[in-house]
Protein backbone atom coordinates (compact mmCIF):
# COMPACT_ATOMS: atom_id res chain seq x y z
CA UNK A 1 0.00 0.00 0.00
CA UNK A 2 1.12 3.26 -0.31
CA UNK A 3 0.13 6.38 1.54
CA UNK A 4 -0.40 9.75 -0.04
CA UNK A 5 -0.79 13.18 2.03
CA UNK A 6 -1.24 16.58 0.03
CA UNK A 7 -0.75 19.86 1.68
CA UNK A 8 0.18 23.93 0.70
CA UNK A 9 -3.59 24.24 -0.56
CA UNK A 10 -5.13 27.78 0.40
CA UNK A 11 -6.67 31.08 -0.63
CA UNK A 12 -4.59 33.44 -3.69
CA UNK A 13 -5.78 35.93 -5.87
CA UNK A 14 -5.74 36.11 -9.43
CA UNK A 15 -2.08 36.33 -10.99
CA UNK A 16 -0.95 34.79 -7.59
CA UNK A 17 1.34 31.45 -7.38
CA UNK A 18 0.87 28.28 -4.86
CA UNK A 19 2.87 25.53 -4.07
CA UNK A 20 1.40 22.20 -3.67
CA UNK A 21 3.05 19.18 -2.01
CA UNK A 22 2.70 15.54 -1.67
CA UNK A 23 4.06 13.12 0.90
CA UNK A 24 4.09 9.20 0.25
CA UNK A 25 4.94 6.86 2.45
CA UNK A 26 4.63 2.80 2.66
CA UNK A 27 5.69 0.77 -0.62
CA UNK A 28 6.66 4.20 -2.55
CA UNK A 29 9.20 1.62 -4.50
CA UNK A 30 6.42 0.24 -6.43
CA UNK A 31 5.42 3.63 -7.69
CA UNK A 32 5.69 4.05 -11.37
CA UNK A 33 4.64 7.76 -11.90
CA UNK A 34 3.00 10.26 -9.58
CA UNK A 35 0.57 13.09 -10.47
CA UNK A 36 -1.71 15.77 -9.48
CA UNK A 37 -5.68 15.92 -10.90
CA UNK A 38 -8.35 18.40 -9.83
CA UNK A 39 -11.67 18.50 -9.19
CA UNK A 40 -14.20 21.71 -9.18
CA UNK A 41 -17.37 21.90 -8.01
CA UNK A 42 -19.94 19.77 -10.49
CA UNK A 43 -17.11 18.81 -12.57
CA UNK A 44 -15.49 15.60 -13.07
CA UNK A 45 -12.30 14.81 -11.85
CA UNK A 46 -9.71 16.43 -14.59
CA UNK A 47 -5.65 15.42 -15.24
CA UNK A 48 -3.37 18.26 -14.01
CA UNK A 49 0.25 16.68 -14.44
CA UNK A 50 2.44 13.79 -14.16
CA UNK A 51 6.08 12.59 -13.86
CA UNK A 52 7.46 9.03 -14.50
CA UNK A 53 9.77 8.62 -12.64
CA UNK A 54 11.86 5.93 -14.39
CA UNK A 55 12.99 8.54 -16.54
CA UNK A 56 11.43 11.55 -14.90
CA UNK A 57 9.49 13.40 -18.24
CA UNK A 58 6.83 15.01 -16.65
CA UNK A 59 3.57 15.76 -18.46
CA UNK A 60 1.05 18.20 -18.84
CA UNK A 61 -2.77 19.04 -19.38
CA UNK A 62 -3.05 21.90 -21.99
CA UNK A 63 -4.75 24.32 -19.64
CA UNK A 64 -2.01 24.55 -17.55
CA UNK A 65 0.85 24.14 -19.52
CA UNK A 66 3.40 27.25 -19.26
CA UNK A 67 1.91 27.88 -15.91
CA UNK A 68 2.60 24.87 -13.71
CA UNK A 69 5.31 22.74 -13.12
CA UNK A 70 5.55 19.43 -11.69
CA UNK A 71 8.44 17.74 -9.92
CA UNK A 72 9.60 15.60 -7.55
CA UNK A 73 11.93 13.27 -6.25
CA UNK A 74 11.41 8.95 -5.49
CA UNK A 75 14.34 8.55 -3.60
CA UNK A 76 13.71 7.02 -0.06
CA UNK A 77 11.47 10.12 1.26
CA UNK A 78 9.18 10.09 -2.11
CA UNK A 79 8.26 14.10 -2.29
CA UNK A 80 5.97 15.27 -5.11
CA UNK A 81 5.64 19.00 -5.85
CA UNK A 82 3.06 21.31 -8.38
CA UNK A 83 4.10 24.81 -8.72
CA UNK A 84 1.55 26.98 -9.60
CA UNK A 85 1.87 30.34 -11.21
CA UNK A 86 -0.33 33.03 -12.67
CA UNK A 87 -3.50 31.28 -10.98
CA UNK A 88 -6.94 31.74 -12.96
CA UNK A 89 -10.52 31.81 -10.80
CA UNK A 90 -10.95 28.74 -12.85
CA UNK A 91 -8.19 27.09 -11.38
CA UNK A 92 -10.04 27.10 -8.08
CA UNK A 93 -10.80 23.39 -7.44
CA UNK A 94 -9.49 20.48 -5.27
CA UNK A 95 -5.79 19.17 -6.12
CA UNK A 96 -5.69 15.34 -5.59
CA UNK A 97 -1.98 13.55 -5.51
CA UNK A 98 -2.16 10.67 -7.11
CA UNK A 99 0.40 7.24 -7.86
CA UNK A 100 0.13 4.38 -10.23
CA UNK A 101 2.29 1.24 -10.36
CA UNK A 102 2.32 0.99 -13.61
CA UNK A 103 1.78 3.66 -16.19
CA UNK A 104 1.19 7.12 -16.66
CA UNK A 105 -2.01 8.20 -18.64
CA UNK A 106 -4.55 10.11 -17.02
CA UNK A 107 -6.76 6.23 -17.12
CA UNK A 108 -3.53 4.57 -15.51
CA UNK A 109 -4.10 7.20 -12.24
CA UNK A 110 -7.92 7.38 -12.65
CA UNK A 111 -8.05 3.27 -12.26
CA UNK A 112 -5.23 3.26 -9.31
CA UNK A 113 -6.19 2.83 -5.72
CA UNK A 114 -3.50 5.18 -4.30
CA UNK A 115 -4.66 8.44 -4.23
CA UNK A 116 -5.06 11.29 -1.46
CA UNK A 117 -7.40 13.11 0.46
CA UNK A 118 -7.12 16.59 -1.62
CA UNK A 119 -6.17 19.49 -1.03
CA UNK A 120 -8.44 22.72 -1.41
CA UNK A 121 -7.18 25.33 -3.97
CA UNK A 122 -8.99 28.76 -4.25
CA UNK A 123 -8.52 31.58 -6.64
CA UNK A 124 -10.57 34.44 -5.71
CA UNK A 125 -10.09 38.29 -5.56
Known amino acids: QVQLVESGGGLVQPGGSLRLSCAASGRTFSTYAMGWFRQAPGKEREFVAAINWRDTSTYYAGSVKGRFTISGTSAKNTLLYLQMNSLKPEDTAVYYC?????????????????WGQGAQVTISS
Open 98 to 114: AATAGGYSPADFLKSPY
